[in-house]
């Protein structure tokens, strides 16, 4: 840190390095730059007022593991983005509606690969139906797990009036199995301010709007502010109103704002303001909790370039006014990431791999996995090739966690539906045990067995009644849970499913393409 009674000559090229630093990272680095500047300790400490963390004791203690560093150093990390659309604190003036807790509408599971020059952004449906682990409310108490619930909904728990981002990350890391490492939480004010912080961000629009309050002109313009709020918030008269129109609009949102960041960068004049509009925007987890611990987490993704970041949509369908997810396009996804391999099932440094920007179709690319197998992940109990078979899969089963591995009852859910299991339910949290139980009425003797093939060294146990296997997952599951990443062949399939493909957009993608849905 610079010293305020430093000579001019000391300190001016420690504010060129700073400078330099700041390009392209945008607004938590200026921290950097305010620090080495010089400008006064005061500066730092309004940013670090401005900061909102929500409370540890929220995060599940039990939790997928940290992914291990790559062969060659630097390990993935997992940044969950959530938009609000709480209208208290002054909200309502751009949003509209009643002042009250809000909804994460907008979330967007950031993986960033373990070189850290490569990123994927998966769009979670706010209307996607999951498993909703248990949260703490504000009285210290825990909810029991809720299932079939819209994935939203996580984010209301409790009522707190920041929302619950620990109860929406632990619902990610119950979907996905993977460890979610930062979350960051982003209002409609905050988000204006950023907008205009930067001069506003070049967007297309489709159609005209002019509904539900929000008021858009049809092409391509720069937005900023209320109109930038309008844009990613923008529903109703696009495409056919869905929420998955939306997030078209939103990753195309995303991918230009950060090509306005890396492309332009910032002055002093530019950088303060921004750095002051995204702190006092963010409520964060405990880990950011401070403005060097932004700054450092921005400066580390300063080397992704726009054409090294992909968006993509959960494998999805319309379940009635709802979103499920399919499978098992969906446990492929999570499982590719588990691995650290990108969207085409490489890993990110395979000179098979095709450069960015490549016009070749991925899910031709036979090399990206060894077996045609589209069991999500052999280390969370089915193994590559194992499936049961037809006719055997209408069984219901119901899975409880013994094993005291967070998510792991999860990623099982994923790895049976990879399988052809299809009516599954994730119980809540069962006393410890050392092996993994499988619990049947008589007469469904013969399909407890068929699951016990998946599942080496089960216990079967018959239980009186029921018209559903109960699948208790032991500590036994715990060593298989966490393979080596990319060991595991059998893990990808030949051919990335339509799921996957048919999904996707490249950030450097044209700003007026595929922006509705139906």
């Known amino acids: 840190m610079t010293d305020a009674t430093q000579s001019p000559a000391a300190a001016k090229p420690r504010r060129r390095r700073a400078r330099r630093i700041a390009q392209g990272l945008g607004a938590t680095t200026a921290v950097l730059v305010v620090v080495a500047a010089g400008l006064g300790a005061w500066y730092y400490q309004r940013l670090d007022h401005n900061i909102t963390t929500f409370a540890p004791e929220g995060i599940a203690t039990s939790r997928p593991p940290v992914a291990p560093p790559a062969p060659t150093g630097g390990r993935p990390v997992n940044v969950l983005l959530l938009g609000s659309d709480t209208r208290s604190g002054g909200n309502d003036d751009l949003g509209g509606g009643d002042v009250g807790v809000g909804h994460s509408d907008t979330a967007i599971l950031l993986h960033v690969y373990a070189d850290h020059k490569h990123a994927v952004g998966v769009s979670i449906p706010r209307d996607t139906l999951v498993t909703i682990p248990p949260c703490r409310l504000a009285d210290g108490r825990w909810t029991t797990a809720r299932t079939n619930q819209m994935f939203n909904s996580a984010f209301t728990i409790g009522e707190f009036e920041n929302g619950n981002p620990a109860c929406t990350q632990n619902t990610v890391e119950e979907l996905t199995g993977l460890r979610v490492d930062h979350t960051l939480v982003v209002d409609f004010k905050g988000f204006a301010s950023i907008t205009q912080a930067v001069g506003g961000v070049d967007v297309c ?64 004049t530019t950088l303060l303001p921004l750095t002051d509009a995204a702190t006092k925007s963010l409520t964060v987890d405990p880990d950011l909790g401070s403005p060097y611990k932004l700054a450092e987490f921005a400066q580390s993704l300063q080397n992704i370039k726009l054409g090294d970041i992909q968006f993509v949509t959960l494998p999805w369908r319309f379940q009635g006014a709802r979103v499920a997810i399919v499978q098992p396009d969906a446990s492929i996804l999570w499982n590719l990431l588990r691995q650290d391999r990108t969207l085409d099932g490489h890993l990110t440094d395979d000179p098979a791999r095709p450069s960015a920007g490549s016009s070749g179709d991925p899910s031709a690319d036979s090399s990206a996995g060894a077996s045609a197998s589209a069991s999500p992940d052999a280390s969370t109990g089915p193994s590559a090739g194992s499936s049961p078979g037809a006719g055997n899969t209408d069984v219901s089963i119901v899975i409880h966690n013994a094993a005291k591995s967070g998510g792991l009852a999860g990623r099982t859910e994923l790895a049976l539906r990879g399988n052809g299991y299809r009516d599954i339910t994730v119980g809540g949290n069962s006393p410890a045990r050392s092996t993994t139980l499988i619990e049947y009425a008589p007469d469904l003797r013969p399909a407890a067995e068929r699951l016990a093939q998946l599942y080496p060294g089960a216990e079967l146990r018959a239980a009186s009644g029921g018209s559903a296997l109960t699948l208790t997952l032991g500590q036994d599951r715990v060593g298989a849970d966490t393979p080596d990443p990319g060991s595991s062949p059998g893990a990808i399939p030949s051919a990335i499913p339509d799921g996957i493909t048919g999904n996707t957009r490249a950030a450097d993608s044209d700003l007026c393409s595929d922006l509705s849905f139906g």
Do not use: C, E, W
């Open 205 to 268: 629009v489709p159609n005209d709007v002019d509904s539900y309050g929000i008021h858009l002109t049809k092409g391509r313009q720069t937005v900023a502010g209320q109109q930038a709020v309008d844009y990613v918030r923008a529903r109703h008269g696009l495409g056919d109103s869905s929420d998955i129109g939306r997030m078209r609009r939103q990753q195309a949102f995303m991918s230009s704002l950060i090509s306005k960041v890396q492309k332009d960068g910032f002055d002093l």
